[in-house]
């Protein structure tokens, strides 16, 4: 996989048309993407291990990628339940799911609206409400940045989603990796997509309601989602777990793709034992 994207398939979802792939065989396990990325932004190392273990289907989110906008709102309760409709025209019943940054908040009103749905749940790099504990004012301006080419675009978000150390010594790294993203999304729909997460009025207080046995993952030089966010969540959620990766940043997957994949496989196949 690494290197080479398949092409990727497309399904009517409601209103929309969206863009998905599907790796591997074994369980199902629905990835959820964060704020303004495409489905091939996931590590292709993660991917790889977790595909060996694995059903994994990755999908572009409303308006993202190769997703068509179609004609409802931009809200993180349209796209849970966009996810939800997603996995029924894939005839999918319940799976595992695992959601990135804005994917968590997906993830989190998914399994309160769609309990059944959600087998157990991976939140990496999670809020329950941007408000709870926010980034600062100056990493949000980068963040809904739109502006520049795609290299200077993607400077700054390197900037944003790694520790300034790790950075200096894994560009060339990085550069690989992102180089294989050829999709693109209309700064219009990134717009939206931002405005929905500032207009979602979280689950924070909805967090006890929770069925599903939750692992958070956080990297404790995260400046997106700060780990506060999860430290928070983890007292909170039923039974939950935490994982906290040193030096990590927004990024740890890329980081440490390895011992994220373990961390997710062991969690899962727990479940299957």
């Not at 290299?151 to 180089?179: A, C, V």
């Not at 700064?187 to 967090?207: F, S, T, Y």
């Amino acid at each position: 996989m690494e290197g080479c994207v398949s092409p990727a398939s497309k399904i009517r979802v409601n209103d929309m048309e969206m863009a998905y792939r599907i790796h591997g065989h074994g369980p199902p396990l629905i990835m959820i993407m964060g704020f303004s990325g495409t489905m091939d932004l996931w590590d292709p190392a993660m991917l790889d291990a977790l595909s060996a273990r694995f059903t994994v289907i990755v999908f572009d989110n409303r308006g993202m990628g190769g997703t068509t906008a179609g004609e409802k709102d931009f809200s993180i309760e349209r796209f849970a339940d966009d996810t939800a409709e997603f996995m029924d025209a894939l005839q999918i019943s319940h799976a595992f799911v695992l959601g990135w940054s804005m994917g968590t908040e997906v993830a989190l009103e998914l399994a309160l609206r769609h309990p059944r749905k959600v087998d157990k749940l991976v939140l990496y790099a999670a809020d329950c409400s941007m408000k709870a504990f926010p980034p600062s004012h100056d990493v949000l301006e980068k963040l809904y940045d739109t502006s520049g080419t795609p290299q200077e675009r993607g400077k700054r978000e390197f900037g944003l989603m790694f520790p300034p150390e790790w950075l200096k010594t894994h560009g060339e790294y990085l550069q690989k990796i992102f180089s294989r993203s050829t999709e693109t999304s209309l700064p219009r729909n990134i717009k939206r997509q931002g405005d929905a997460m500032e207009n979602w009025k979280g689950c924070c207080d909805r967090l006890h309601q929770m069925r599903v046995e939750t692992l958070l993952i956080t990297g404790t030089e995260d400046v997106l989602t700060p780990p506060q966010n999860s430290y928070w969540m983890a007292d909170r959620i039923p039974g939950a777990s935490l994982v906290k990766f040193e030096n990590g940043g927004h990024g740890v997957m890329y980081q440490f793709p390895e011992k994220f994949s373990e961390t997710v496989i062991k969690f899962l196949e727990d479940h299957l034992k």
